[in-house]
């Protein structure tokens, strides 16, 4: 079984059932193949501006973070993924993806400035 325990658990803000129903769908997901490829046609499909974005992007090897815009809907469509692929989605579990997903999220809304920070410098963020 696949165990997340997001950093926002350590400060009480995630209870246990919230990270057991994340942490059941979870593996319900990933057990069938294509879960990771629905959700990233989901996001492609979702904005013209992402699709533009993306377009020659190899996922396998992104390394660079999204504008912070996009985020709200990488999470809406990773929930649209999750809900075709685990058949007990329901609401409560779609809170608890949502609760699991915003620490991550917001870390990498707050990194978003320092990388465009770097960039304008002209520096590579890349690495092989």
């Known amino acids: 079984m696949l165990t997340v325990l997001p950093s926002s ?9 919230e990270i057991e129903l994340f942490n059941d769908s979870l593996e319900r997901c990933t057990r069938a193949s294509g ?5 990233y046609e989901l996001f492609l499909a979702s904005s013209e501006e992402v699709a533009k974005k993306f377009k020659h992007t190899d996922f396998r090897k992104q390394k660079r973070a ?3 815009e996009f985020y709200e809907l990488w999470l809406d469509c990773l929930i649209r993924a ?3 692929f685990d058949r007990l989605c329901d609401s ?4 608890a993806w949502r609760s ?5 999220i917001e870390f990498m809304k ?5 990388v465009v920070e770097v960039e304008q410098d002209g ?6």
Not at 9 to 17: H, I, L, P, Q, S
Not at 35 to 39: C, G, I, S, T
């Open 66 to 68: 999204l504008k912070p």
């Open 92 to 95: 409560e579990t779609e809170r």
């Open 35 to 39: 879960f990771l490829d629905r959700f």
């Open 123 to 128: 520096k590579s963020l890349e690495h092989e």
């Open 9 to 17: 658990y350590d400060d009480g803000a995630m209870n246990e059932r």
């Open 110 to 114: 707050s990194r978003y400035s320092s």
């Open 82 to 84: 999750v809900k075709e």
């Open 100 to 104: 699991m997903m915003r620490a991550g």
